[in-house]
Nanobody
Framework: VQLVESGGGTVQAGESLRLSCAAS????????IGWFRQVPGKEREGISCFSPSDDSSYYAESVKGRFTMYSDNAKNMLYLQMDNLKPEDTAVYYC????????????????????WGQGTQVNVSS
């Protein structure tokens, strides 16, 4: 199973980016799916997750109303639409698939994430 992210880059604050994640060897519709980000020296942060077992979703407070995760099951693609980007959104972004879960009471770590992509860098300048 392999995940490959793309779409990162450098933008100015207020602009938008759409990240893509392509999967081989697994189907997004059969798994929990998520986007995470990490800044050097900090822990990896879960920013958006979804589980098909109960159609439950999670968004970090820092991205609510600005980021939207969605999938195209026909193409087996996962996307993260990021609008109104801020300098604090600068990070390496990762997609992941994991075990389905019922609810996100414990946030993005409510389930085990079994496969990760290699990451794509997003830089937002002020």
């Amino acid at each position: 199973v392999q995940l490959v992210e793309s779409g990162g880059g450098t933008v100015q604050a207020g602009e938008s980016l759409r990240l893509s994640c392509a999967a081989s060897g697994a189907r997004f519709e059969d798994s929990a799916i998520g986007w995470f980000r990490q800044v050097p020296g900090k822990e990896r942060e879960g920013i958006s997750c979804f589980s098909p077992s109960d159609d439950s979703s999670y968004y970090a407070e820092s991205v609510k109303g600005r980021f939207t995760m969605y999938s195209d099951n026909a193409k087996n693609m996962l996307y993260l639409q990021m609008d109104n980007l801020k300098p604090e959104d600068t990070a390496v972004y990762y997609c992941a698939i994991g075990v389905t879960t019922d609810g996100w009471e414990r946030g993005p770590w409510s389930t085990y994430w079994s496969v990760w992509g290699q990451g794509t860098q997003v830089n937002v300048s002020s």
